[in-house]
């Protein structure tokens, strides 16, 4: 058995681990140890679908010291005219840039690939079974608490009969590769209401799959944010740093958590693909008005509740049978990336848990909370500028978790030195943007100073939306 040291272990080289890593090593001496069972880092990019892609702008993804993308903006595609989306390609390769261009060649990080986290001090090696004992000098870091599950890796819900056409979406661009006695597919039936659903029945209509050949099983209707609105350059400045205030008099307003709703979607905040339905599920998805009137041409979309079986000839449903067209291949997209987990204390004595404390950003979120480690002495502080956001999952859920995202901005806002470090963190996003308007600029203060008043009455309202409807 091998013995090592090291000041921190963090378990997961995902998106999570590595920012906090990156942060870590650049606001402390610490010296880093990360563990993971995949062969590179990136967590879950690793597994993702080829033509998946960011949600948000690259600019607020990542790590804090290396940029993702060129900062350039789409010019086709159903994202035109906003800020790139960085491909799951590209990301799986900026990541591991990160750890052989940063993290490595600091001398501070040890980075063991395809081992397998034991407890109790220990990991296996997957290819060699070499059990190490690592004696953790401070902290046990976990990075996958928030581990997303991904199609490739996540096993069907529903009973699929032998003669079933299925395969998760990865599977789409290998259909040149089916090999004999398999015909092309005739018709596509997509399983799943969620952004994966949404994710593979763009790339069948970008790559010329007609919209009346796609049956689309939605169980829930989404509420989407309208991907306008969370654009980084100083040209949306409206739209990104007015839509706050625009939400926040939704929020400071609403006498509902449904007005809430009504209030975000006339305000441009909120979207929903289909108006005459009213949605049922809210998991924060961002989408562009091009992705929505794209989605908007696929007419044959079955709301009959969950899949319950898959064979040959249809789908059974939680309320009835779907006949499907003969050589109808179905899509699995099924696998949830926001399984719903209980919240957890962040600093927990030798234990860190990285969580969300700022939606919807999980690697802004790593990154402060190693910031907070690094700066902070007990633990007592550091949670209170750490609250976990609880990630929505219906639509009652959103109050709540803004509610908290607010909480913490303001104890970020109160000391002096943490609103400085955001102010200049990359994945911040608005930080600067916010501090660099002209103090001569009254078209721009007079938006902020909405923001500001909105936020406060969103402060005060958000609680009584909280609170149980009275008998």
Same mark, same amino acid.
């Given at each position: ?27 402390? /001496? ?7 069972? !995949? ?10 679908? +080829?033509?998946?892609?960011? !949600? ?73 079974? =070499? ?9 046990? %870091? ?44 005739? !018709? ?18 970008? #790559? $010329? ?11 829930? /209707? ?7 609105? #969370? ?47 009213? +949605? #049922? ?24 509740? !969950? %899949? ?25 997209? #099924?696998?949830?990336?926001? =399984? ?5 204390? %962040? ?29 902070? =002495? ?25 509610? %908290? ?18 102010? =200049?963190?990359?994945?911040? $996003? ?42």
């Amino acid at each position: 058995m091998r013995r090592i040291e090291t000041d921190y272990l963090i378990i997961g080289s995902g998106a999570a681990g590595l920012a906090f890593a990156d942060t870590l090593i650049a606001e402390s /001496d610490a010296h880093v140890t990360i563990v993971d069972r !995949h062969g590179k880092p990136g967590g879950h990019w690793n597994d993702a679908y +080829p033509f998946v892609a960011l !949600h948000q702008p690259s600019a607020f993804y990542g790590v804090n010291s290396m940029e993702l993308g060129a900062g350039r903006k789409d010019t086709a595609g159903p994202n035109r005219g906003l800020y790139e989306l960085a491909s799951g390609p590209e990301i799986s390769g900026y990541f591991d840039r990160v750890m052989k261009q940063r993290l490595l060649p600091s001398g501070r990080v040890d980075y063991r690939p395809m081992c397998d986290w034991q407890g109790d001090g220990r990991f296996v090696s997957i290819l060699s079974g =070499e059990v190490t004992e690592v004696h953790v000098r401070r902290k046990v %870091v976990d990075a996958a608490y928030l581990s997303p599950r991904v199609p490739a890796t996540h096993t069907p819900r529903f009973a699929v009969s032998p003669d079933a056409w299925l395969m998760p979406p990865g599977g789409l661009p290998q259909l040149w590769n089916a090999g004999a006695g398999r015909d092309r597919p005739r !018709h596509f039936a997509i399983i799943g209401g969620g952004k994966t659903a949404m994710d593979a029945a763009i790339w069948l209509l970008d #790559t $010329g799959v007609s919209p009346d050949s796609i049956s689309w099983v939605v169980p829930r /209707d989404s509420w989407l944010l309208n991907r306008l609105q #969370t654009q980084p350059g100083d040209e949306f400045f409206e739209h990104s740093i007015g839509g706050q205030a625009d939400q926040m008099a939704a929020c400071a307003s609403a006498t509902s958590v449904d007005d809430l709703y009504d209030r975000l979607e006339a305000c441009g905040t909120l979207l929903r693909i289909d108006p005459t339905r009213r +949605p #049922t599920m809210f998991h924060l998805a961002t989408i562009s008005i091009g992705e929505l009137e794209a989605l908007r041409r696929i007419d044959r979309v079955i709301r009959k509740g !969950h %899949v319950l079986a898959v064979d040959a000839d249809g789908l059974d449903l939680e309320q009835g049978r779907e006949t499907l067209p003969p050589g109808t291949l179905c899509i699995d997209c #099924t696998a949830s990336a926001v =399984e719903p987990r209980p919240i957890q204390t %962040v600093f927990q004595g030798d234990r860190i848990v990285l969580q969300i404390v700022r939606l919807p950003l999980p690697t802004f979120s790593a990154a402060l909370i190693a910031r907070v480690e690094a700066g902070y =002495e007990d633990d007592a502080t550091k949670n209170r500028l750490c609250a976990p956001v609880p990630f929505p999952w219906r639509p009652e859920d959103y109050p709540r978790a803004l509610l %908290v995202n607010m909480s913490n901005q303001f104890q970020w806002g109160q000391d002096k030195a943490l609103r400085t470090w955001i102010r =200049e963190s990359r994945l911040d $996003g608005f930080g600067k943007l916010i501090a660099s308007i002209d103090p001569q600029d009254s078209a721009r203060q007079a938006i902020l100073a909405r923001f500001k008043a909105n936020a406060a009455g969103a402060m005060g309202n958000l609680p009584r939306l909280l609170a149980p409807s009275p008998r």
